[in-house]
């Protein structure tokens, strides 16, 4: 039996105009794939023996989005935008770069990528298959195995070594042993990849994985974690321990390598996941007992990253005397836990005469807070000011 894929209605007409102008064209791609094992998730890439310029002249709108390599894209009347690739050839890589050539045919197309399963091809309008490879049977198998000779095509691209490991992840599939060989082998020479797409595999990766352990497990078993999440004396291997119950790539990078800010520098995350990964690092994981005045005095002090923190608690076991309970009852009771919260502003005791701007004022607001911390029902205007007239 032959399984259809379903080719949404704009590309299918991209396709028809390309092969009425006598150019052959084939869907490829992750979204074939994806298809088969039963689950879309991405727009169906087309590849064509027509060139660039060729595609370019044919539709009213185009842009050219990678179109150094064959890439155009073309935009349907809804403004949606299909990826149109020119069959094409790798002639030079080193590694990180290929250089490409155009001209060839698409099984040459399909040799030069990746996996047998995201080699194949197929045709909506002929109701074919080309699969050269056989990707087909891989994937019914359940097996990520690597076009030709696995050494050679990570050599020619170890990006491709991360991606083995996300594919084997997101659909709980083996790796081939002579990939899987070659994965082990060349694992530490990712070095060489930039820091930008390394974390772009672990965010894409962690957020589509079955087990997110089952794909820590990998980068650590590739060697791949050895050179880009070094490994802390306290930190736990990832197949010990629970199942992760969220897919957040940065709180499952805490969770495995703490302190995390580190591995974010590394990996070249934005300020913002710095920022959140510091407040994790900064923060005691829990409070000293699970009264709300020391749940109160801990928020004070986790800011914006308890919700990361008391993840973090569940996960490591370090919630079962119900502080985590306490921590939802000081918020639903509405208890005061920044200085935003107190019912006085620094602007406030200016105006009353209490203090001046600068650094005293910082100090004044943050012995208010500590009152408030301790005992919620000082949280009034009239008792802070009074508090904040004391010596
Ligand atoms: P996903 O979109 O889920 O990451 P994908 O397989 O669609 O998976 P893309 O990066 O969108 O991945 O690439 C589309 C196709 O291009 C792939 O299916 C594969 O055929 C080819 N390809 C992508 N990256 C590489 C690579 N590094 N080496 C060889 N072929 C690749
Ligand atoms: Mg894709």
Not at 25 to 37: E, F, K, Q, S, Y
Not at 115 to 130: K, L, Q, S, Y
Not at 219 to 226: H, L
Request: proline content about 6%; some cysteine.
């Amino acid at each position: 039996m032959t399984p259809e894929v379903p080719v949404p209605e704009p590309v299918l007409r991209i396709l028809a105009t390309l092969e009425d102008a006598g150019h052959e064209t084939w869907c490829v791609g992750g979204a074939i794939r994806d298809a088969l094992v039963g689950d879309p998730q991405q727009d169906v890439d087309l590849a064509t023996s027509a060139p660039p310029e060729v595609v370019q002249r044919l539709f009213r709108r185009t842009i050219p989005v990678g179109i150094e390599h064959g890439t155009v894209g073309v935009l349907d009347e809804h403004g949606g935008l299909h990826e149109v690739t020119t069959f094409r050839a790798d002639v030079q890589t080193d590694g990180r770069h290929a250089e490409v050539v155009f001209g060839v045919s698409l099984d040459e197309d399909l040799a030069r990528r990746d996996f047998t399963v995201n080699a194949m091809a197929w045709h909506p309008i002929r109701r074919e298959w080309r699969d050269p490879f056989g990707g087909r049977d891989d994937l019914t198998r359940g097996v990520v195995r690597a076009v030709g000779d696995a050494a050679q095509r990570f050599r020619e691209d170890r990006l491709r070594i991360l991606r083995a490991l996300r594919f084997a992840a997101r659909f709980g599939w083996q790796i081939d042993p002579d990939t899987w060989a070659a994965v082990v082998a060349q694992g530490r020479e990712t070095g060489h990849l930039s820091a930008e797409r390394v974390r772009e595999e672990w965010w894409k990766g962690m957020t589509a994985a079955r087990d997110p352990r089952a794909l820590m497990s990998l980068w650590e078993s590739s060697g791949v974690a050895e050179v880009w999440l070094p490994a802390g004396p306290a930190d736990q291997p990832a197949s010990t321990g629970i199942v992760p119950d969220s897919h957040d790539p940065l709180l499952l990078l805490s969770y495995w390598r703490a302190p995390v800010e580190p591995h974010l520098r590394r990996l070249k995350c934005s300020g913002v996941e710095i920022a959140r990964g510091r407040g994790i690092d900064r923060c005691p994981v829990r409070p000293s007992d699970a009264s709300p005045k020391s749940v109160r005095h801990w928020l004070a002090v986790a800011g914006p990253a308890a919700d990361d923190l008391v993840t973090l608690a569940r996960w490591r076991e370090l919630h079962t005397d119900g502080w985590t309970t306490e921590v939802a009852a000081v918020r639903a009771r509405g208890e005061a836990t920044t200085r935003g919260e107190l019912a006085v502003t620094g602007d406030d005791l200016i105006a009353e005469g209490i203090a001046e701007r600068g650094r005293h004022l910082g100090v004044l607001l943050e012995r208010l807070l500590d009152a408030v911390l301790n005992d919620p029902s000082c949280n009034t205007r009239e008792r802070l000011l009074r508090l904040a007239r004391e010596p």
